[in-house]
């Protein structure tokens, strides 16, 4: 028989105010385009092509029948 795991007590609770928490959970498209060139530029040319492949939806007639 398993022993019921041990509760750890929370931490102290954020002293950030609503306004700067949602300050730096902005995230813009460019913050996000950024992020994807620099990943691009970083891989190798297999990764960046499934990268691309992601981008490119499957023809119709290899969607199946629902």
Do not use: Q, S, W, Y
């Not at 040319?45 to 023809?59: M, Q």
């Amino acid at each position: 028989m398993k022993k019921p795991a041990k509760a750890i007590p929370l931490g102290k609770p954020l002293n950030t105010p609503d306004a700067d928490l949602d300050m730096l959970a902005l995230v813009t498209i460019e913050d996000i385009e950024a992020a994807k060139a620099d990943a691009r530029a970083r891989m190798g040319k297999k990764g960046a092509a499934l990268l691309e492949a992601a981008k490119t939806p499957p023809p119709e007639d290899a969607r199946p029948e629902v």
